[in-house]
């Protein structure tokens, strides 16, 4: 790499800039990312990794380049993580890190989100800030759906998006910005008038988290220009040719069309290379070498576009943005009919990938891999685009129809071939044309079946001339529905024609019961639905032609509607402090995440932001592909040979015990003998580089001896594979209970599991130091002291050698409470065998493949209950998917039998859990830790109870709901309990009786899409249930200066912890927070730590460090009365220069706690944190698609610490909530393979996922004496919340099943995914797609 001098580049040197510095590279390799570039070569850490594949926006920066043929400026989000370093030439780059600094200056970008609170875990903002800037970079006033539209391609799984939006709204014309304009005159941020919002009439109701008029001006004008060099570099010039050799792989890049041509001839199994969305798929996780790379991306003649005689021509390296704006303005300036295919392409790419994928991928690309899922090939089809191909002999035209695909991913191009140009032709005056995509998730997901469909009619007439529908996701490639279309020409557009069209296509869109991607059924009832869609907007156009067609029944219109996603609203309520409070004092205050701003300017540090090593290695895992198998052999030959390679290490380089585990020890560090999960670790190998190590660690041979793997809950129950022991939980009479009851009903529910998806993935790197065994790790984990013990124990050394590191992490969730040490004690172990520090970050995929996640449940019961809807017994059983070993399987099932009541009162009760032990990876701890698993199937009972009876479900569950001083069945009594209030503020905030009278309305007067309405309540026990780690320690070091050292036993993963101490400390000691500083959570300063979990860590340590600052504050006193009119440091130093001791330890624990299972005595839980959530959802019946209207969440948190940090959780968990239970679905092969490996097909919620209307209100007047300054625990307890979308989504297909006449109790799974909502609205099209009998086929995913 060179940075210096400005000379023209060789054809093998690569020249770009990097936030305005000019970088040459010489030896550029063709297989590097520019992410693996910025962070491990020029040390530029804000871009962060979350998923490399396109899918999570962690890794966004913004490109710019001077386009010569439009002779434009480009700037451009795109995807770090895909962009090919070679593909960088003559381009600026710009990271978080160009755009501005906390110790320089913020960009108003960085600023806005970290004070808006839109930055917890602060992972995902550096790609969030850059998507922002690019954005404005192209468009300073944008409008609310413009930033919507940036951030299809980020995901962030802590905030729950809302305040991002609220805080970037601050620059939309929405928000009020001017855009700088108004700069002269006083711009509207600099005036404080902004987006600040009206405050409520309760005097000390506060409804503002941030003010807008504290944040800096934003002036467009400001920003870094591109560089003049690169400018005079590409004006007036065509790009030379290039190349670029590396290790595996060639970069050509041709300069002519003439040259391409002729590479093309002499390669024809090159990889033409554009956006590399595709390529670097291939590359990175399907292991493919492509020895020969031709990179034609910013030819003009691929990337021209002209408009044709018979419609545009699109050059084949345009890409989808580009290609889109065309459209747009086609749209606008051309007659209505001309454009009806464009608006099909247009409408195909509001939903395709994100912004930063739809930046660079190309419509040639889309078109030449050939995907049977592509969204616009269907189009293309259906609508017979002309391809023009092009060989160094001669061009072609041939058009897109049914001939044109061969096979999978196969097409009728040559090799010698290129795509030249795409022809998208206008359509005629009796043409109707119309796209769809379904998908799990709308925004950025790929889809479950993709449709384009053509009609043209005689003139006059609603009789068919001719039609074309095209499916993806029908059959391996794209396919047209041929037979079907024949049948219905000449025919009259009508019910009859519908008929026939349905019967036809449900015999010719058939699939076979096996198909990969699953949901047959579904599927196939999908091709008849969005026909029936696009039947119905025929006849509307033909009738609004004037035609004379059948009419459209008025209750059939809103099946027919395009989705429009309308920008979200929200309101926050919450008990400001009172007034004359003291400034310093911030406690209850909405105070800011003490990293947020450093997390938006990337200068953060995060595990793998740890500079490296100079002899520091990478290691790879080495994991099991078979589910249950001994293992006959290990060959790592082949691995040994590769370049960089170190070592491999395995279960004889463990030199302590290879028995692991969090609370028994019945795991292996590395397995030796048998495996008994896909992804159980065997080994790892070492290598210098990250690339190296992975390429050797797939090259270890293993060979299996096969046994026969469970996977299921039902495997497990059929072969009675439970551990130990089963838990009871019981109180009454249950036999008495039933006796009483007037009706006794049954029901089962299954609850998938969830993957945590922290964005940052687990990272761990092990540093030996050198002497008595001493080693230090930093690692990502919520559990320092696991992790020290783990680790001594896999070394064989004392604990007292092991110090464990955690400065931040990229989110938890329970997910690096216990798993985070399967790989730290592996890196140790390797760190250990060489003597060298050794770093490994785990992929995303193999994240999600080795650390398990949620458990799955199932729930049977049986359910007591009379007229009137009050239940009066209940006998439950709980079987969860524990995995391979026990982890926190059993603490996790009792916290699901805590919660089998939620919040109602059962007099007669008894409650099982069996936790299966299967051969999946080990299932862990996840927010809420087994309590939703217990709610939720709580919820399935009472839905049933009302359903069965005919009756409100919200009558029946206020009927039912706890009150003040009952008992639960584990005998604890129910004192301060605020959950009515919180349901009748819940009710009156949400409008519920008006909005239930509304939904009843809409439901008579719509067909097809259906409103739910539900409301659910949460009553949440707060305390580990294993007694002995509600403790705390606390360590406080005041310095001579006067400045603090905080220390305390919890871990930070963006919950905003260190904040809420550092307020309790500055409040205890009586000094601005600005003084405090907490550096890290460690075990050689506070030991013995409990993992940072089950919502409790800001009682517990806040108690710590409140006892550690009082100690001080004690020692401090006489030095404050003797001089009471001195400064804080005064006294510190008075102390110190007396010999005082300025340093003191805290400890607490929770009082009066210690629950036993078998006398049913105890108390299990210090207090409740209650809440209530009330949902509205719109179902669209036929594609099983739903919308979040709204949602009203009141929640008692006593006196919040941080009511912006709270609400944050709150939302936050929410979302999370909301993903688990409507969203996110693990696939699982019968095998045991997990499916589902990173965030292209397991769907987290997105920006657009976000309620329509979100309002949150914090109880007022609810102090709770359990828990410091009166605040409750908060980060578990709204997860569950989010139940209420599912129930109102059941709600709403209950209301479809009535129009087929059905009604009553009905089965349906957690999550209500597209596909489950579908099948559950039995009618007319389902039945005409039966679903294949169980046992005649084995399915392509198994529910776990
Ligand atoms: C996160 C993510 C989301 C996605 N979402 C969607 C989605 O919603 N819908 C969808 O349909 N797809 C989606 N894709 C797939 C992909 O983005 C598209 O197929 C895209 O259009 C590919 O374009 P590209 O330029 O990046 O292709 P590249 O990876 O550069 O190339 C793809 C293939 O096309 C060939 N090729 C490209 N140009 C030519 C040419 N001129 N002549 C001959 N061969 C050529 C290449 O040899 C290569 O085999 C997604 C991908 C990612 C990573
Ligand atoms: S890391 Fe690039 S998109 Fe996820
Ligand atoms: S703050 Fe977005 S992922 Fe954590």
Redesign the pocket.
Known sequence: MDTSGAQSPRPDELLFFVNGQKIVERNADPETTLLTYLRRKLGLTGTKLGCA???CGACTVMLSRYQTHTEQLLHYAV?AC?APLCSLHLVAVTTVEGIGSVAKKLHPVQERIARAHGSQCGFCTPGIVMSMYALLRNNPTPKMADVEEAFQ?NLCRCTGYRPILEGYKTFTVEGGCCGGRGRDNGCCMANGSGAERSSEEVVDEATSLFNAADFAPFDPTQEVIFPPELMSLTKGQRSASLCFHGDRATWLQPNSLDEFLRLKWKHPDA???????????EVKFKSMVYPVILA?AFMPE?NAVRRSEDGVVFG??CT?SHMGAVLRQEVETLPPHQTQVFLAVLEQLR????LQ?RN???????I??A?P?????PVFMATGCKLTLMDKDGSRVVRMDDTFFTGYRRTV?RPQ????SIEIPYSQKTQFVSAFKQSPRRE????TVTAAMSVTFTPGTDVVEDLRLSYGGMAATTTMATRTAETLLGRRWGEELLQDACSSLAQEMTLDPSAPGGMVTYRRTLSLSLFYKFYLTVLQKLRDQGVKADEVRADCLSAADVYHAETPSSVQVYQAVPEGRVQDDVVGRPMMHLSALKQATGEAVYCDDVPLYENELYLSLVTSTRAHANILSIDTSAAEQLPGVVCCVFAADIPGSNATGAVQYDETVLADRQVTCVGHIIGAVVADTQLHAQRAAKAVRIQYEELQPLVTIQEAIAAQSFYQPIRTLQSGDLEAGFKQADHVLEGEMHMGGQEHFYLETNVSLAVPRGEDGEIELFVSTQSAAKTQSLVAKALGVPANRVVVRVKRMGGGFGGKETRTTVLSTVVAVAANKLKRPVRCMLDRDEDMLVTGGRHPFYGKYKVGFLNSGKVVALDVSYYSNAGNSMDLSLSIMERALFHMENSYSVANVRGRGFMCRTNLPSNTAFRGFGGPQGMMIAESWITDVAQSLGRPAEEVRRLNLYVEGESTPYTQILTQFTLDRCWDECLSRSGYQQRRAAVNIYNSQNRWTKRGLAIVPTKFGISFTALFLNQAGALVHIYTDGSVLLTHGGTEMGQGLHTKMIQVASRVLGIPCSKIHISETSTNTVPNTSPTAASASSDLNGAAVQNACEILVKRLEPYKTKSPKGSWEDWVRAAYFDRVNLSANGFYKTPDLGYDFVSNSGRAFNYFTYGVACSEVEVDCLTGAHKNLSTTIVMDVGHSLNPAIDIGQVEGGFMQGLGLFTLEELHYSPQGVLLTRG??SYKIPAFGDIPTQLTVSLLRDAPNDKAIFASKAVGEPPLFLASANFYAIKDAIAAARLESGISGPFRLDSPASSERIRNACSDRFTKLCPPAEPSSFVPWSVQV
């Open positions: 594949e396109g899918g995807n895909l391609g990889r033409v290379v554009v956006g590399n969305t595709e390529v670097g798929i034609p691929l084949a390296a989808l939903w395709f990938a994100g994928i660079v991928a190309a419509v040639g690309g889309n030449m891999t995907s899922i592509s969204d616009l090939n191009v071939e290129i795509l030249v950025d997901d790929i889809s965030p292209g």
